[in-house]
């Protein structure tokens, strides 16, 4: 257990409403990543961040925005969510070479 | 850049059966070399990882994968499945940098097990 919880684990919202998921993890890890997983899609990186206040893109970013302001806290924000961000979300660290990650936030933009 | 085919999308066995489930990448240097699984209504766990050394890994619950450099492949083994393997299986690669920002996932094999 790498001590990473993700909030909410599910949510229901309507086309051009902000979300924000929360990423939150105990064991002081550098690294944090958000990946959206689709099917026929595998995993596809959203953004990292590589310490407080410094975050980066990674192969789907558009439509996206990060913010760490403390280790333990990475968060992803829809801006205006669109029905194809409908996705499962997954925060992750990495420690030894590994990626470790939270359960999941299953989110649905009707 | 780096990607990861794995071709098989559903695979489909009886208890038992032997698995084989194929991972190709394509890069020409040094790689670090994954297999996650994800349970249904669960996140990805790890179960082996190739870094260096002995090209044949162990991994946990009876799995295995052979790197094969020549033919860029990193496909994953079991001898005889069972019913609890019921899940979806990723092979992901990053280059001989090691960072995970730069860790590809292929788009997964789902395996259901027949009991």
């Known amino acids: 257990d790498a001590g990473i919880t993700q909030s909410p684990r599910h949510k229901v919202t309507e086309t051009g409403t902000p979300v924000t998921l929360r990423c939150h993890q105990t064991e002081n890890h550098r690294y944090m990543y958000w990946y959206r997983q689709d099917p026929g899609h595998g995993l596809r990186l959203i953004h990292y961040s590589y310490g407080v206040k410094d975050t980066d893109k990674g192969e789907v970013s558009d439509g996206y925005s990060v913010s760490r302001s403390k280790t333990e806290d990475f968060l992803l924000t829809l801006e205006s969510a669109t029905s194809s961000q409908t996705s499962v979300y997954f925060c992750?660290?990495?420690?030894?070479?590994?990626?470790?990650f939270g359960e999941g936030s299953r989110l649905t933009v009707l | 850049a780096q990607s990861v085919s794995q071709h098989n999308h559903h695979v489909i066995l009886s208890e038992a059966a032997s698995l084989e489930l194929g991972c190709n990448y394509s890069?020409?240097?040094?790689?670090?070399l994954f297999w996650y699984v994800q349970y249904p209504g669960q996140h990805l766990q790890l179960l082996l990882k190739y870094f260096s050394g002995d090209p044949l890994v162990k991994g946990i619950k009876g799995f295995e994968a052979e790197f094969i450099k020549s033919k860029f492949s990193f496909n994953l083994r079991k001898p005889s499945v069972q019913w609890s393997d019921t899940a979806e299986y990723f092979c992901a690669v990053n280059a001989g940098s090691g960072s995970a920002r730069q860790l590809t996932f292929g788009s997964g094999t789902q395996l259901t097990v027949l009991p």
């Open positions: 890069y020409g240097g040094t790689v670090n």
């Open positions: 992750a660290i990495s420690a030894a070479g590994e990626l470790f």
